[in-house]
């Protein structure tokens, strides 16, 4: 059953693609100063609590210009908003409500739609807990949230308020299936007390002590209806050497547990820093196709943080891993119980996108519309890729076949994995792409 829409609406540069990137954990909208930046609707599952949703990022609804381009951007926005089942309008602290905003949300609330309004452009908790930032935008029966898309504060509360305008999940009997969800990183990074504080019990020696946790352990659990499998296992050393046998069996354990994951959590200490284990270790998760969130731990021992410091760290974190861009990122502290359900929220959401099916209709239009870009120079005259059928799920597999003889680079299974990473997301998880030409001359 598809999940229920919400949608993201307001004037052109208020901050709708920077709040969508942040809500999501993705960075899948293109967020810029230059006005009407996105055009195209974007979509991305979210995991709040027990509510699962869609948020839907849309174009500036205050396009003004009557050519063809804009006309269909606003006709986008306008199915949008039938089909939404919330309406977040993102205005900004600065400006309150427009002519245009108040016209559209007399509308909205005329025909029934839940509204919440996020104020954004309150980058300061000073900011965010004064009732004179809000006050201009209430209106009767509509909550105001104040955010920052820049730095993320308020972004739970906006959260919270969606959830409150969202249906109840019907119950559903369970499959059975549980989601294998695999801790993993150096030693002393706070897998054991994350596993505690999600059991909401000392199931885990925690110490200060290398290697206190030697054995891979599971821990059954429902969260929010979804059973879910929490492994957590031994610290792997620097440069993979061990140093006894009951180490090396340890390190035999972290890896076959890593091979029967559908979602693993690298972790690590964000103090310490992104080394040659978590290299390593993110290398061997993308090539397992595993599912992947990268869980930067111990967050309260970041002395001096501001609130741009959580944006300026991952982007540093990004750099020493810029070949798992898919992998969402969460700063967790496990001591203070910080931000540690957003793991299982993303390891749900990282499921369903691993097992999605894409229809042969949509594979065969996403190759035609690629198919310009996806000629060689030396075949300007026909496109030699044939076919793209999607093989298996979890992990996502798909095949590119050609019954030529021209040989098809293995660039061009890059490019259709970001093709379909483009316009299908696959939140967390890696895309194989397999090159089928059993008729080229040379391979």
Same mark, same amino acid.
């Given at each position: 059953m598809a999940h229920p829409a919400v949608l993201l609406l307001g004037r052109t540069n208020v901050g709708k693609s920077s709040l969508f990137n942040r809500l999501t954990d993705a960075r899948l909208a293109i967020a810029d100063p230059s006005p009407h930046t996105t055009r195209d609707l974007q979509r991305q599952p979210v995991a709040w609590q027990d509510r699962r949703f869609t948020l839907v990022d849309s174009g500036g609804f205050d396009i003004a210009k009557p050519d063809e381009l804009h006309t269909a951007v606003l006709r986008q926005v306008q199915g949008a908003i039938t089909e939404a089942q919330v309406i977040v309008l993102v205005t900004e602290a600065t400006a309150g409500l427009r002519q245009e905003e108040r016209r559209l949300l007399h509308q909205l609330l005329k025909d029934g739609k839940p509204v919440v309004i996020a104020v954004n452009k309150t980058d300061t908790p000073a900011d965010r807990r004064s009732g004179e930032t809000t006050a201009a935008f209430r209106r009767g029966g509509v909550d105001v949230v104040a955010v920052s898309a820049k730095n993320g504060g308020g972004t739970g509360?906006?959260?919270?308020?969606?959830?409150?305008?969202?249906? *109840?999940?019907?119950?559903?009997?369970?499959?059975?299936?549980?989601?294998?969800?695999?801790?993993?990183?150096?030693?002393? @990074?706070?897998?054991?007390?994350?596993?505690?504080?999600? !059991? &909401?019990?000392? @199931?885990?020696?925690?110490?200060?002590?290398? &290697?206190?946790?030697?054995?891979?352990? %599971? /821990?059954? #659990?429902?969260? +929010?209806?979804?059973?879910?499998?929490?492994?957590?296992?031994?610290?792997?050393?620097?440069?993979? *050497?061990? &140093?006894?046998?009951?180490?090396?069996? %340890? !390190?035999?354990?972290?890896?076959?547990?890593?091979? +029967?994951?559908?979602?693993?959590?690298?972790?690590?200490?964000?103090?310490?820093?992104?080394? !040659?284990?978590?290299?390593?270790?993110?290398?061997?998760?993308?090539?397992?196709?595993?599912?992947?969130? #990268?869980?930067?731990?111990?967050?309260?021992?970041?002395?001096?943080?501001?609130?741009?410091?959580?944006?300026?760290?991952?982007?540093?974190?990004?750099? %020493?891993?810029? /070949?798992?861009?898919?992998?969402?990122?969460i700063f967790t502290s496990a001591t203070e119980k910080h931000n540690v359900h957003r793991l299982l929220d993303m390891a749900v959401v990282i499921d369903q996108e691993r097992r999605r099916t894409i229809p042969q209709a949509e594979l065969d239009a996403l190759l035609r519309s690629a198919s310009v870009r996806l000629r060689p120079a030396a075949g300007k005259r026909q496109r030699i890729i044939s076919t793209l059928r999607q093989l298996s799920t979890n992990p996502p597999i798909f095949e590119v076949a050609t019954s030529k003889r021209e040989v098809v680079p293995k660039a061009y299974g890059l490019a259709i994995a970001k093709l379909l990473r483009n316009a299908y997301s696959f939140h967390g998880t890696p895309i194989t792409v397999r090159l089928n030409q059993p008729f080229a001359k040379s391979l």
């Open positions: 509360d906006l959260l919270d308020a969606i959830a409150r305008r969202l249906p *109840r999940p019907t119950p559903q009997k369970s499959s059975g299936r549980r989601i294998r969800v695999v801790l993993v990183g150096r030693t002393n @990074v706070g897998k054991s007390a994350l596993t505690n504080t999600l !059991l &909401h019990d000392e @199931v885990r020696v925690v110490s200060s002590q290398p &290697h206190t946790t030697r054995d891979a352990a %599971s /821990f059954d #659990l429902v969260y +929010h209806g979804t059973p879910i499998t929490l492994v957590d296992t031994a610290g792997v050393r620097t440069h993979g *050497r061990t &140093h006894s046998r009951i180490e090396a069996m %340890s !390190l035999y354990a972290t890896r076959n547990a890593l091979e +029967h994951a559908d979602v693993a959590a690298l972790v690590w200490s964000v103090p310490d820093g992104i080394g !040659l284990v978590e290299k390593t270790l993110a290398g061997d998760i993308g090539e397992h196709g595993t599912g992947m969130v #990268l869980v930067a731990n111990q967050w309260d021992r970041v002395p001096d943080k501001t609130p741009t410091t959580p944006n300026t760290t991952e982007k540093f974190i990004r750099r %020493s891993l810029p /070949f798992v861009p898919w992998a969402p990122m």
